[in-house]
C-alpha cells in the first residue's frame, strides 16, 4: 500500500476560492471507479506548510493516468515515511497547453472548471474505461468559443458544439485556425450554410486536425463541427447518437428577469434545459452521460433534477461540488447517465 501527496495547481485556489480542496477530493473520489486498486482515505494534510490532497492504494500506473488528469492535479508525490518521492503525472495532452490557456472572452467558462466537468461526465458514463484510449466524441450543445471542444481536443477526442450566437462561432473559428496555423498543423476548417426544407437553418463550422505530420498521413485525425443553430431546434441538423458525453455550462442570467448574459436568448437556464434535454437526448448514446453546470442562484438544483428526471437520465451522486463564482453566481454540477 503506498501513500500519495498531491498537489494542487496554484490556479485551483484562483478558480474556487478556498472551495479547491473540498472539489478536487469531491473529483478524485469519482476516478474510484476506473482505478484498479482501491483508493482510499482521501483528505487534505499539511506538509511543509504547504497544503496537500493525500491519499493511500496500490496504483497501477494506468492509474496514476488516470488521476493525472484530475482538473487540479499539479504535482504528485509518494509519501515515505517523512519525505515525498515525485511520480511522474502522465496527462492526456494531445497538445500543447495554450489551445486551453490563450483564448480569454467576456463569458468564457473556466478551463480548469470546464475540465472537471468533463471527467466527471466522462467517468460516469459507461466509456470511462476508454478515457485514456478511446477516440471518444464530446458534445457541447452551449458551446460559446469552444472551451470544452477544446479540452475534448486535447484528450484526442472529437468535438461537437451548438452555438446560436453566429460571432462566437466565428471568433472560434479564427482562434482554432491561427492556433492550427502557428503551430504548423495540418488541418481544414470551413464554415458553410446547411440548408433544411429549402431554408438556411443554421451554419456549420467543420475542422479537421492532425496533432502531427505522421498522424495527418495515418489519418489519425481529429474532427470539430461547431453548428450555429437554437439548441432548442436541433431536429435533422445533427446524427443521432453522435456523442458519448454531453457537458454544458448554461446561461448564467440573473434572478427575477428576462436579462440573458447573451442578448436575451433565454429567460432562465431551467427554462432552455427543458426546451433543450428532448434535443440532446437522442445525440448521446445508451450509457452515455450529461454533465451540466449553472448558477444556483438563479435555478435551484432540485428543478434541474426534475427535468433530467422526467427525461428519463439517471442522476450520478457526488460529494458537493457547489461553489461561489463570484457575488452574483454560486455554481453547481449536475451529472446524468442515459440509462435507456
Ligand atoms: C455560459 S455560456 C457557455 C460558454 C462556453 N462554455 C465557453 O467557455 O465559451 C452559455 C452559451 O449558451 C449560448 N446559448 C444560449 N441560449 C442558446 C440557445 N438557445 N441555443 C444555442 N446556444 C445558446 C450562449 O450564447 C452562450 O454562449
Redesign the pocket.
Known sequence: MSRYALLLAPSANRVYADQAARLARAELAAFRSVLAADMSDISDAILGGVEYLTFEGALTSRDISYISNLSSAYALFAREGDLLRPVELTPLARYDSDLITI?K?A?????QF?KLVLNLTLLASASAGRMLDGHLTVL?????????LNQALMYGYDAVG????GK?VEA?KLFLQTWLKRKRLKHTADLVPVRRQGRRAARRLEVTMAASKDDHKAGAVQKVTVLQ?????LDGLLRGGVADVLV?????GVAHGSY????G??RSPLD?LE??VPHWLPLVRRGGAFGLSWNTKVARRELAEDILLANGLEIVRHEPLAHRVDQGIERDVLVARKVG
Open positions: 483564448p472572452y463569458g468564457k467558462t473556466n478551463e470546464t457541447d450543445p452551449l458551446c460559446g468559443r469552444g472551451t470544452t451548438v452555438e446560436i450566437d462566437d472560434y443553430a437554437d439548441t432548442t431546434q454544458a455550462d448554461l446561461p448564467y440573458d448574459d447573451h442578448g436568448i433565454t432552455l426546451r433543450a
